[in-house]
């Protein structure tokens, strides 16, 4: 059965440095999404990405968030300098489109900020 | 605006009894509503949908859920628990615009042998 993956599983990164966060995407699927989970915190929506934009984004996507799709199959999230803050579980999901509501999620990366 | 609430951080059965997993949601348009499961360690896993077709929903693992619009409520259910169902529970809604997906607090369910 198809599935979406994200690598690495766990990052360790140390406050202003850069990370990027993989996921490879189900492949016929279309829209892409970063949500997060900061501990003991409920799942929060970052971005949505359709046909190689944003679609739409909440108040925590700063400018210090880029995504991107670079090639077929990879879906990035970018930190450019990373907070304390930013540690937090991210998870990648996948749609096959807007009428197929479904949305399946990777595994997540957890990232820790020190 | 969207929003879900479940009604109990922490819910505690027998293994063997019944599973109620309580949720409301407040939408202004005919919702499509999610219930996920996330095993310790382990990702975001889809139980079931309501996208206003049928209001009785039936999942996967034996769960089901109702949709009841005068209540505004879509709760969970099992009729027989598992040691295996142990987990954190998430309701869902989906925005109608852009189709984020809105989540709730999140309960913990423990079953005991």
């Known amino acids: 059965e198809p599935e979406v993956t994200q690598t690495p599983s766990h990052q360790v990164t140390q406050m202003g440095q850069e990370v990027i966060l993989r996921c490879v995407p189900i492949s016929n699927h279309l829209y892409f999404y970063w949500y997060r989970q900061i501990l003991g915190q409920k799942v929060e929506f970052l971005v949505s990405f359709y046909n190689n934009e944003i679609s739409e984004k909440s108040e925590i996507f700063d400018d210090q968030f880029s995504v991107e799709r670079p090639d077929g199959s990879n879906f990035t999230l970018k930190i450019r300098s990373t907070k304390l803050e930013d540690s937090a579980m991210y998870f990648c999901?996948?749609?096959?489109?807007?009428?197929?509501?479904?949305?399946?999620f990777g595994p997540g990366t957890r990232l820790t900020v020190t | 605006a969207q929003s879900v609430t479940q009604l109990d951080s922490h819910v505690s059965v027998s293994e063997g009894t019944p599973v109620l997993l309580r949720c409301n949601y407040s939408?202004?348009?005919?919702?499509?509503l999610f219930w996920y499961v996330q095993h310790p360690n382990k990702g975001l896993q889809l139980l079931l949908k309501y996208t206003s077709a049928a209001t009785l929903v039936k999942g996967i693992n034996g769960f089901e859920a109702e949709f009841k619009k005068s209540e505004t409520s879509f709760h969970l259910t099992k009729p027989s628990a598992h040691m295996s169902d142990a987990a954190e529970y998430f309701c869902?809604?989906?925005?109608?615009?852009?189709?984020?997906?809105?989540f709730g607090q999140g309960t913990e369910l423990s079953v005991k042998p």
């Open positions: 939408s202004s348009y005919s919702p499509s």
């Open positions: 999901a996948s749609s096959g489109s807007t009428r197929s509501y479904e949305q399946y």
């Open positions: 869902v809604v989906r925005t109608n615009q852009g189709g984020k997906l809105i």
